[in-house]
């Protein structure tokens, strides 16, 4: 108890009062005595000292509104404490005032009978509705920036920021960076280093805005920062009425950005850290960001913060009355613009890359970051490639696979600055090189010309071959069909490396570059092959390969019969010398069209009008066997990696092929793989899926023995038309049910109680559990297709559940163990069975009654959302288990009923 507590004697009233109701009037003779007590309703006083001397928290600052009667008056009590350290009065309207308080006062208002109403400050009152949000956006504001530039706690301002709404941040931030700047000492250093940056941005220092820019004091460069704080910035408005609508949500981060840069500008100064501000925006270039700051000085540059002549830069600073004769001398701009390009977003260093730049230039800070990881990841699947001069040629390379850079590279390649990499790679190639360098210089070479308009009348050759024309562009000669060139050579070196030991993998490396699937030697293109055998086998030169075996005459002077047959397979749809435009080379499939044959002691092919290749009048289906046996009516078959084939099969033909190998035929969609469509698109994706199916059904019949080595396999006209037909074979398939749709048409058999599925037997598949896989838990999806790995789920121990074809196994493990070798892989799991942590702190039969439900609820998401096959495997599996599950589940409950 207080010793300022007053107590009043209770006082007698003697003066007459009305009878009481239900009492009963005095008798004669008696007297009734009764007494009043008069309570007088003070109110408690309170020691403000106490308040004062409330050690203060760090925690925000909670807000109030207070009655303007609680705090107007002279001498009330909200008017004793307002000047208390911790309660800031920050304004008022609508009959309340604006009151910050610090979290360590509330309990002591609180017991003193203080009157306040906790609200949130940001928000208007009731009275403003619907009628003036903007106002209590401005008025929360100039509350928030009176605040601070009066030098207010921290907590009060951690208060205002965190009440803030998005768009009434940014004025907040700027003040709190204006604060920051208040230091002189900072100030100094901020114009100092204002004019080290733009002219390490700038090549003339003698121009009118060099040096209008050198003749500025401290004052006349700050008032620039000055000017973007209170007009750039949504610096509030005076009045409040005069509100302004808000910036979007693109000039907010764009405004963000500005701040942050000014931020780490402060920061690397030794100005305060402050990490709330540091929003960076990493698709901003260094470019971009340097004219952010020379914009303060009203100076646009052309290039980032770069390397300088550091002599130069001495001289320009020595006109700067910022910088005395003294300071002059003591300055290491060296060691300063290395640390500028470490530390602060304006500029790389030249060696960051190692690459143009005028590529460098150009990029983002996100590319640049993306860029890098990618060379690094290169370097460590092919260290022996790694070397600063084969940076550009891995970009070059890569951006085909992650085009993360593709339009600055195309501006690159318009360029002049582009020729001199040019002429560097065709002066390469024509060296001696290891195998992979080769490699990765004609694959370079290729993507640059990509980075140009193809010419579509150039695709070819214009020297009777395409290595002849390969030879003129390594002598610098200027040919209309230099892509084509580079395209067959790519080619030729992929179909010679599945011949080579490959230690380095480029052969994967460059197919997945350019998105196709090399094929088997080609005899239409023999000299070429011949060449880059000998080249990448033997390690030789250019031009010692053309003198080897006589190459360069082979080159220049074949038989003429042989030049008509490579002409014939190489020559397009827009023209043909050689043959009639509507002429394609086909194989020679069955004997009784050996009229049409046209045939010598050596070849022995059938030339058909295309017309007669009807591919309308075939069907591409799906047979889960890894054979089919050749017929007339089969056009193809390519075998899929899990074992199962697709066939170009002609419709009619379809229910007899079924009936022959006992087994459906499925209509077949050609769907890409999910990673695909991840990294390019569904789009781009589908189209790679086509081409790449097309060449696997064309190529079967390049090594059919009973035809004379397929000198027709080559022929782009063919390949077209494969890719053309599948190319309307997905179109049309878009508007059917999905891929495989009748394979996963689920029905039910009453009889036996299970569901069956076209083209699925529950005993193919097994339950596959697999745990310690840490971080390559996350490429589990990239081990097998659907077929193989009907699903992936992950338990409540963080292992792994897949049902996984049984052939597949072998597959599998040696993947995972590739993945992990510490990883445990446990084959024909029960998944009803406990894991061994549940058995140690529940027992065995709660563990696996617990267990049991977890399954129950895991099969039924399964067979609710996940595709038809997987469906089915839980359905089957839920079944299999169903008895054991349900005397599980049975006899727990009998425990429970018993209090066991």
């Known amino acids: 108890m207080s010793c300022n507590e007053v107590f009043e004697m209770p006082a007698f009233d003697s003066t007459p009062s009305t009878p009481i109701p239900g009492v009963t009037n005095p008798i004669d003779g008696e007297i009734l005595v009764r007494t009043v007590v008069e309570q007088n309703a003070q109110r408690t006083p309170f020691d403000a000292g106490e308040l004062i001397g409330t050690l203060l928290s760090d925690r925000p600052w909670r ?115 204006w604060r920051d700047l208040s230091d002189i000492h900072i100030r100094t250093k901020l114009a100092q280093s204002l004019v080290f940056l733009v002219l390490g941005c700038c090549d003339d220092y003698d121009s009118p805005d060099v040096l209008a820019l050198l003749g500025k004091n401290e004052a006349e460069l700050l008032q620039g920062f000055r000017y973007l704080y209170r007009q750039l910035s949504a610096y509030p408005r005076n009045s409040i009425a005069n509100c302004e609508a808000g910036l979007d949500s693109a000039q907010i981060a764009a405004e963000f950005h500005r701040l942050s840069l000014f931020r780490c500008w402060l920061e690397f100064l030794g100005g305060k850290r402050d990490c709330r501000q540091h929003k960076i925006d990493q698709q901003y270039t260094a470019i971009a960001n340097a004219n952010i700051i020379s914009s303060l000085v009203g100076i646009e540059v052309l290039k980032p913060f770069e390397i300088f002549d550091p002599q130069r830069m001495l001289d320009a600073l020595s006109k700067s009355p910022l910088f005395l004769n003294n300071t002059i001398h003591t300055l290491d701009v060296v060691k300063m613009s290395t640390q500028v390009m470490a530390r602060l977003p304006f500029g790389l260093p030249n060696e960051y890359l190692n690459i143009p730049l005028e590529i460098q230039r150009r990029l983002n800070f996100e590319q640049v970051g993306m860029i890098h990881a990618q060379i690094a990841y290169f370097y460590r699947k092919h260290p022996s490639l790694q070397m600063p001069r084969n940076n550009i040629l891995v970009l070059l390379c890569w951006n085909s696979i992650t085009p993360s850079a593709s339009q600055v590279l195309i501006k690159w390649a318009a360029s002049i600055d582009s020729w001199t990499l040019y002429q560097r790679l065709i002066k390469d190639i024509q060296d001696s090189q290891s195998k992979e360098q080769l490699i990765l210089t004609l694959g370079a070479l290729l993507c640059y010309r990509r980075l140009s308009p193809p010419n579509p009348n150039a695709n070819q050759p214009i020297n009777r071959s395409y290595l002849a024309d390969f030879d003129a562009i390594l002598n610098f000669k200027y040919l209309s069909n230099t892509q084509t060139v580079f395209e067959h050579m790519v080619l030729s070196v992929l179909r010679i490396f599945w011949t080579v030991n490959d230690t380095e993998k480029m052969r994967q490396f460059l197919a997945s570059v350019f998105h196709i699937e090399p094929l088997a030697l080609d005899p239409a293109h023999e000299i070429s092959d011949l060449y880059w055998t000998r080249r990448v086998r033997d390690g030789l030169g250019h031009s010692d390969v053309l003198k080897i075996d006589g190459l360069d005459n082979l080159m220049g002077g074949r038989r003429g019969e042989e030049a008509m047959l490579e002409e014939m397979a190489t020559l397009d749809h827009e023209k043909e010398p050689t043959m009639d435009g509507d002429w394609v080379l086909v194989p020679q499939l069955e004997e009784s069209v050996a009229s049409l044959c046209v045939s010598d002691d050596k070849h022995r092919m059938s030339a058909f009008p295309s017309a007669e290749l009807h591919l309308e009048a075939y069907k591409l289906v799906y047979v889960c066997l890894p054979k089919v046996p050749p017929h007339q009516d089969i056009l193809s078959t390519a075998i899929l990696p899990n074992d199962s084939s697709v066939v170009v099969v002609r419709k009619s033909y379809v229910s007899t092929l079924e009936q022959d190998l006992d087994t459906r035929c499925f ?70 049910p999905p891929a495989f749709s009748e394979q996963t048409r689920i029905e039910t058999d009453q009889e036996l109680g299970r569901i069956q599925m076209d083209g699925y037997d529950f005993n193919l598949y097994t339950l596959v559990t697999v745990s310690y896989l840490g971080q390559y838990a996350q490429n589990l999806d990239k081990l097998g297709n659907l077929d193989d790995i009907l699903s992936i789920v992950e338990l409540e121990d963080e292992s792994w559940e897949l049902p996984v074809r049984k052939s597949y196994l072998p597959i599998l493990r040696n993947k995972l163990h590739e993945m992990d070798p510490t990883c445990i892989i446990e084959l024909g799991s029960n998944p009803i069975a406990p894991n061994a942590k549940e058995v140690e702190k529940f027992g065995y039969q709660k563990a696996r009654v617990l267990s049991t439900m977890r399954f129950r609820y895991r099969a039924e998401c399964m067979v609710s959302e996940a595709w038809p096959k997987a469906a089915a495997f839980y359905t089957d599996l839920r079944m299999g288990l169903e008895e054991e599950m349900i005397s599980l589940e049975d006899g727990h409950m009998r425990e429970r009923g018993t209090g066991r």
């Open 63 to 177: 807000f109030y509104h207070v009655p303007a009667d609680q705090i107007e008056p002279i001498q009330s009590d909200w008017d004793q404490i307002r000047s208390a350290p911790g309660i800031h009065v920050a304004g008022s309207g609508y009959g309340m005032y604006r009151v910050a308080v610090n979290e360590s006062y509330v309990p002591w208002l609180a017991l003193n009978g203080f009157k306040f109403l906790h609200v949130d400050p940001a928000k208007p009152v009731n009275e403003e509705e619907f009628t003036a949000p903007r106002n209590a956006d401005a008025r929360y504001i100039q509350d928030a920036v009176r605040a601070i530039t009066s030098g207010c706690p921290q907590g009060l301002v951690l208060a205002y920021r965190n009440h803030a709404l998005v768009r009434q941040k940014l004025p907040i931030e700027w003040t709190i960076l």
């Open 667 to 736: 209509p077949y969609n050609v769907e890409p793989s999910r990673e695909d469509v991840e990294l390019l698109g569904s789009v781009e994706a589908q189209h790679r899926k086509v081409d790449a199916l097309a060449r696997m059904l064309v190529d079967p019949m390049l090594r059919d023995t009973r035809l004379d080595k397929g000198l027709w396999i080559c022929t782009d006209r063919v390949l077209h038309l494969f890719t053309t037909w599948l190319g309307g074979v997905v179109a049309q398939s878009k508007t059917d």
